[in-house]
């Protein structure tokens, strides 16, 4: 039998996963008071921030297949919170990068994004990510139609990968974390296309 929390316990676990997720801006805060960023505390900032944007994104696309898994269904009502988490520390970092790095040059800005590689496919990331953190609300999803609203959500797949590319550009050397990164977004998205195959032959079937 499927593990069911009471309501009680499903608001302790949101409870957790909140200070789990906020566990990492947390230990940027003290490190920043304590002289803990490094010798280069923008590219510590930059580097963590971006970390945790990857991570949490990869937590939300497992969310699915762990409920197939397991049969917790409980567990989607976890996903919005740790995808707007996601969204949080992208801007975190896309902050870090216009403010500590840039200083707000928008023409140098521009001129970064055009000419280095891993910039480009990282700004193209949090650009498809704005308008799916834009619609994450229960209002938006009766505006846009639950079919709608799913079609753009698969975006996250998509942006997923650019944040892989974008980490694997960036550290050119030592790829040993993107590509754990890549190996956790190919099970990810081996798991989903499976279901999905699954599903198709289990209606052809069932209407043969």
Same mark, same amino acid.
């Given at each position: 039998?499927?593990?069911?929390?009471?309501?009680?316990?499903?608001?302790? $676990?949101?409870?957790?996963?909140?200070?789990?997720?906020?566990?990492?801006?947390?230990?940027?805060?003290?490190?920043?008071?304590?002289?803990?960023?490094?010798?280069?505390? $923008?590219?510590?900032?930059?580097?963590?921030?971006?970390?945790?944007?990857?991570?949490?994104?990869?937590?939300?696309?497992?969310?699915?297949?762990?409920?197939r898994v397991t049969g917790?269904?409980?567990?989607?009502?976890?996903?919005?919170?740790?995808?707007?988490?996601?969204?949080?520390?992208?801007?975190?970092h896309f902050t870090t990068y216009l403010w500590?790095?840039?200083?707000?040059?928008?023409?140098? $800005?521009?001129?970064?994004?055009?000419?280095?590689?891993?910039?480009?496919?990282?700004?193209?990331?949090?650009?498809?990510?704005?308008?799916?953190?834009?619609?994450?609300?229960?209002?938006? $999803?009766?505006?846009?139609?639950?079919?709608?609203?799913?079609?753009?959500?698969?975006?996250?797949?998509?942006?997923?990968?650019?944040?892989?590319?974008?980490?694997?550009?960036?550290?050119?050397?030592?790829?040993?974390?993107?590509?754990?990164?890549?190996?956790?977004?190919?099970?990810?998205?081996?798991?989903?296309?499976?279901?999905?195959?699954?599903?198709?032959?289990?209606?052809?079937?069932?209407?043969?």
């Amino acid at each position: 039998m499927a593990f069911v929390p009471s309501d009680r316990a499903l608001s302790r $676990i949101k409870v957790a996963v909140f200070a789990l997720a906020l566990a990492p801006l947390a230990r940027l805060v003290v490190a920043g008071f304590t002289g803990g960023l490094g010798v280069n505390p $923008i590219e510590f900032i930059t580097r963590s921030t971006g970390t945790w944007t990857l991570s949490l994104l990869l937590v939300t696309l497992a969310v699915t297949p762990l409920r197939r898994v397991t049969g917790w269904h409980w567990v989607v009502r976890l996903r919005r919170m740790l995808g707007l988490f996601a969204f949080f520390y992208a801007c975190l970092h896309f902050t870090t990068y216009l403010w500590l790095d840039q200083f707000f040059d928008l023409a140098s $800005i521009v001129k970064d994004i055009a000419k280095r590689p891993f910039i480009t496919v990282g700004f193209a990331a949090f650009v498809l990510l704005v308008p799916l953190a834009a619609t994450s609300t229960n209002g938006m $999803i009766r505006r846009l139609g639950g079919r709608t609203w799913q079609r753009l959500h698969t975006l996250v797949y998509a942006i997923a990968a650019l944040g892989v590319v974008h980490y694997w550009w960036l550290v050119k050397k030592d790829v040993t974390q993107p590509m754990l990164f890549a190996a956790a977004l190919a099970v990810l998205l081996g798991a989903r296309i499976a279901y999905r195959l699954r599903r198709d032959g289990t209606r052809v079937a069932a209407g043969s």
